[in-house]
């Protein structure tokens, strides 16, 4: 019998580092420096200049960050912020937090990423950002977003937590707009061993004041300046986080070559609808997500089979119970609700075999044929 898939696996990662990562930890438990300090700041730098910014605020966690772009560009209570429907909720919830009003769009039928066109509906005089999101390991169209916000006077705050390392046209992901946001939680191409996230900008007095914002609201001690938050970054995370940014490119290239392993296994089966790629963008396949009909089916007979999978995102965001407040009907969003009813993502790390992949095409085929019977 063949060995089973897991949909990621986080132990071979981590075996890769554990000499390099355990080595630093030890002087940190001797020196007790746990906040922020030379870890901290070596991250900054270094993942500032891998993405190609001029500052790097490292965080608490992705949502975190996402509020402190926000409130670091002035969004407040009754701004709107636009987004696309399918994302994690808290792209939304980040803006809920400060008051203003996640403003959802549907996105297009090939690579579900958030769509200009309805983008550009949305506007109203209340909105004063857009957030595109980097979604499943690619960049969303900026070309076209950043045009649409230079029109009508609006900020751009990436989202891309699912894309450390991905690029497009415009620029490598968290470097194609005045401020972006990242999740470094573990299961991100660039994962932590826990929470941890970044705000990048190439304005150093948004990032001083973001920094600020993070802290407490103080860049001295004890002098708080405006209510802020705690949002700063452990250095035992920023010690995970360099040891695994120095092994990112070749990582994320053996992702690629996975997903070109499932491509040539999966594209001749009329039944499965593979995802593709933007043209001119760089995917770091965070997730291989393909559509298939039967979904729920399918799935569990794949989970039975010993091969972990998973759904991003089985609700688009305006129809969960949080957000049923803002009165978004069935059908606003037909694209991204089709699509969450097809949507599985399949077994995706950097260290999946070809065998292991041949093994994930096998028993999709096997459970896609169950549905005749």
């Known amino acids: 019998m063949r060995t089973p898939v897991p949909f990621l696996d986080l132990a071979a990662q981590q075996a890769e580092i554990a000499d390099e990562v355990v080595a630093v930890w030890r002087d940190q438990l001797a020196s007790a420096s746990f906040i922020g300090g030379p870890e901290v700041e070596a991250f900054e730098r270094e993942y500032a200049a891998y993405i190609g910014v001029d500052h790097v605020v490292?965080?608490?966690?992705?949502?975190?960050?996402?509020?402190?772009?926000?409130?670091?560009?002035?969004?407040?209570?009754?701004?709107e912020v636009i987004m696309p429907a399918n994302t994690f909720i808290a792209t939304a919830e980040a803006v809920s937090r400060i008051g203003a009003v996640p403003v959802f769009v549907d996105v297009?039928?090939?690579r579900l990423l958030i769509d200009p066109d309805a983008v550009e509906d949305a506007v109203t005089s209340r909105t004063k950002a857009i957030t595109p999101v980097h979604l499943f390991g690619q960049t969303a169209p900026m070309g076209r977003i950043t045009a649409i916000a230079a029109t009508h006077g609006l900020a751009v705050v990436e989202d891309a937590a699912q894309s450390q390392g991905a690029s497009g046209p415009e620029g490598r992901a968290g470097a194609m707009s005045r401020v972006a946001a990242t999740s470094f939680y573990p299961g991100k191409n660039l994962g932590a061993a826990g929470d941890a996230g970044a705000v990048m900008t190439d304005d150093a007095g948004l990032a001083a004041s973001i920094r600020n914002l993070a802290c407490h609201g103080s860049s001295t001690k004890y002098v708080h300046s405006r209510v802020g938050?705690?949002?700063?970054?452990?250095?035992?995370?920023?010690?995970?986080?360099?040891?695994?940014?120095?092994?990112?490119?070749?990582?994320?290239?053996?992702?690629?070559?996975?997903?070109?392993?499932?491509?040539?296994?999966?594209?001749?089966?009329?039944?499965?609808?593979?995802?593709?790629?933007?043209?001119?963008?760089?995917?770091?396949?965070?997730?291989?997500?393909?559509?298939?009909?039967?979904?729920?089916?399918?799935?569990?007979?794949l989970c039975a089979a010993g091969i972990g999978c998973g759904i991003h995102y089985p609700t688009v965001v305006p129809r969960t119970a949080a957000y049923a407040c803002l009165g978004y009907r069935r059908g606003q969003f037909p694209v991204a609700e089709a699509a969450a009813a097809r949507i599985l993502s399949l077994p995706m790390f950097p260290h999946l075999s070809e065998a292991q992949c041949r093994t994930v095409a096998d028993r999709l085929r096997t459970a896609l044929r169950g549905g005749d019977r």
């Open 108 to 110: 297009d039928d090939d």
């Open 58 to 79: 490292g965080v608490s966690n992705g949502t975190d960050a996402l509020e402190l772009a926000y409130r670091g560009i002035g969004i407040g209570p009754g701004d």
């Open 229 to 301: 938050m705690n949002a700063r970054l452990d250095a035992v995370q920023a010690t995970v986080l360099r040891a695994k940014l120095r092994r990112l490119d070749a990582w994320n290239a053996s992702r690629r070559t996975a997903a070109g392993w499932y491509e040539e296994l999966l594209g001749g089966i009329d039944a499965v609808r593979l995802p593709s790629v933007l043209p001119g963008n760089q995917d770091v396949w965070h997730l291989y997500v393909v559509r298939v009909p039967d979904r729920d089916r399918v799935m569990a007979e």
